[in-house]
């Protein structure tokens, strides 16, 4: 909750907003804005991948995790001189008719080298970093790049967030050619420097524990946070406090400004101090849209205990979106903008109503009163931006909230006294004294959210809500307060406990209205996770990942696969295959099972059971130690072999100990990562022992939180409805020894569709295929289906390489489309022209995720 909002003004009847309905008006001009001009719509791809060389004016320099940062603007395109080749000056020609007026460019330097990596570190690029001051001009060679798209749902769109910025291009491996040392900012560099002498600073006073969080919190520098930490507060939904916004602003701008009042300081002095810290601290942390808003409110506040005017607290919100939006339109789509104007008009309009129904007297009940109300108003844009919403946030946020202004207190006075460490030990010491308090209260913090996590229902994944749900549940939630408002005094107090009853409901009914939607009756996603592989099929309810990896996307889990689940509002993984051991098909899953942890203490002495709806047919091979089902505990072979390859199982066979839906604490006390739970993993059943490949992680991951794991080779198969999944390889009698050519293929169909994933089956692996079922039905068109209306879908084997998707392979499975699943300019060459040759001689569609991004096909 701000703090202005609780600062004691004069009350007065406000009695119009002009300035609330010139922000209306603004906000409409930055929709139609975004309409006319969205995102992308500036063509710069032909500089991707080119060195450039340009000047530009540096309006921002910062450090991060692995180096330094450079913000440029009024940009000038310039020759060189080397002749300039024909090539060249036509692409200044199409820079310079392109490029937007306000268009800025962000520079990537190396930092210094990490001795744990020292084969893959470049030379440190700080003296590039002390050349280049705020202010001045500079001349760089770089090579361009442009900021990523999103190209699978639910990715975070940097395209799109950039121009929000007015960034439009990337530069790295960068060169300074000159620069212009008589110009620049004293103001601007000073701040700079003080924020990396702050930063500095940080990491002795709080050591390499807390340091980051304090960076984070009082210098709004998240770069050097780790993603484990990242994930903790906000699965806990206290992520917020890590942003730099009125909580922070108005804490040191009201501190001071009360000093000086009580040291008998004019009005206008005090202000003119306090917004001058305050106006400085914005600038320091990067000047982000909740730091800004903050800002602007804060010093309209010192206007109006200047001039004696009331403070109204919606004008001020106006005055604060009219500066962003006048300045960067495309703001409006931004999730840190949408969520702190948010948080303040639900403060704003839903608190006093919140207030007056449930007439909170304690503090206690105060404060759950406004997180409740704030929760409310800002729920749907939440899950809009993020898929997800964290139940617990509330009541971590009871005691997390009021002691961030302790944090902030020590914090501040240990980060300022770590400018003294150079003078001496006894400074070090002393700053380590005064931050002291500090590292109990972020233990406190990382102890509540880990309770937190490991309570049942601690991440409720939604998906992204249409926008008919978003605007019903404004309209209702709007038209209700505003009937509370209505009726008379005598009348509300008469009638509180009935619309107590009401409003709960409500609260409720809204809430369940975002978290409810349907299901599809079968969707297929091939995700874009670059040089790798990873399909989702859903069908009903089940939810199925065909490997999960990639060697060119860092953090794949965490950037691609994730957020595509969670904006499907999946929260379950049923069957995760794994083909092989390759990285990049399992390097995902090995991030994913390393980010689990437990919900329930005991959680591995409950034994999961199947679901009958889920297990109608198991199907089992000869000397296969595991059985082929959808979740739960692995059933022993002894209790489905049949000693025949080929021969079904009937349920009604099955153990009835084995059979029946999971209990609900067995459902609750899953192991999960990010409110996302793995019901059983699938891996190949080779000559070569999993625990002496690359599946040794993924295995032990498995048994520490009791998922069953499978082994599964050809004739596998399971039924559910019109889904049919059969396991075509790997065979025992056509092993190679290779992990490629060994790796598990499988065969989908659903209704009159089929898809055939390959992993990496190539050359020798692929002739061996072709032989064993070139007398087959298996490509047939499914009984009940014409061949017309059949459609077959191809994943290509091996990324598209070379020696996959052979022309027998071709002639076998007589595929409708073709899927390649490889990263942009990968290092392979992947796919290889030759394979593309053989596409294009039969006259076959292809789909590439490095040139169109995740294929999606989706019925019912």
Known sequence: MSILSRIPIPRAEVTGRPVCLLAALVVLFSVLRGLLSPPGSIDLSCAEGRYLLLSGEVL??????????????????????DGNSSPYKTLLEKLRKRWPRKGRIRVFLNGPPDETLPYSQKPDQADIYRACRIGSRVTLSGKAALPEPATNPGQYDEQKAGCARHIYMKLSDVTLKGTDQRRGSLFLNALAALRLSLRKGAELVFGSRNSALMSAIVLGDRSGLDADTRQLFQDGGILHVLAVSSLHVTLLGLALYQILRRLRQSFLVSALASGFLVFSYCLMTGSSYSAVRAGMMFLLWLGSQVSGRTYDRLTALGAAAILILIRQPLALTDAGFLLSFGCILSLALL???????????????????????LQAGVLPCALWFYYQTTPYGILVGLIVLPSMSLVM????IGILAGLLIPLGSFFLTSARLAGGPCGYLLDLFRLLCQIAQRLPGDVIITGRPPVWKMVLYYVFLLSFCLLIRLPDRKTFLKNRKKIRILHAGLLLSLFLLMLIHQKPAFRFT?????????????????????????????DVWRRRVEPALKYYGISRINLLFLSHADGDHISGAQELLSGMHGMLPGAAFFQQRLRPED??????????????AQAGRAIPAQQVSTGQTGKSIPEHQVPKAQVGDSTLVQRISAAQAGGIRVGRILLPQTDVAPDESGMA????????FNIPVSMVSEGSEFYRGQLHLRVLSPSPGRMTGSDNEDCIVLSLSWQDIRILFTGDLEKEGEEKFTRAYQDAALFSPPQGYPDINSRTILVAG???????????????????????????????????????????????????????????????
Not at 62 to 78: C, D, K, P, S, V
Request: hydrophobic share 35%; aromatic share 8%.
């Open 798 to 860: 091996h990324h598209g390489s070379r020696n996959a998707t052979s022309e027998a392979f071709l002639s076998l499975v007589r595929p409708d489309l073709v899927l390649i699943s490889c990263g942009r300019n990968n290092r392979y060459g992947h796919p290889a022209a030759a394979m593309l040759k053989r596409l294009e001689e039969r006259s076959l569609p292809c789909f590439r995720t490095d040139q169109d991004g995740a294929f999606c096909l989706r019925a019912g």
């Open 60 to 81: 921002s320099k910062e450090t991060t995790a692995n180096g330094y940062r450079l913000q440029l603007g009024h940009i000038t395109f310039m020759e060189k001189n």
């Open 351 to 373: 608190e006093p109503v919140f207030s007056d129904i449930w007439n909170p007297r304690h503090p206690l009940s105060r404060h759950l009163s406004g997180a409740l109300a």
């Open 615 to 628: 297990l109608q047919t198991v199907q089992a091979t000869q000397g296969q130690q595991t059985s082929f």
């Open 697 to 704: 992680e993924v295995i032990a991951a498995a048994r520490r």
């Open 526 to 554: 091939c995700l874009d996770v670059g040089q790798g592989s990873c399909a989702l099929v859903e069908q009903d309810g089940l939810t199925m990942l065909f490997d999960c990896g990639s060697s060119s996307v860092k």
């Open 409 to 412: 207190f020590f914090g501040t």
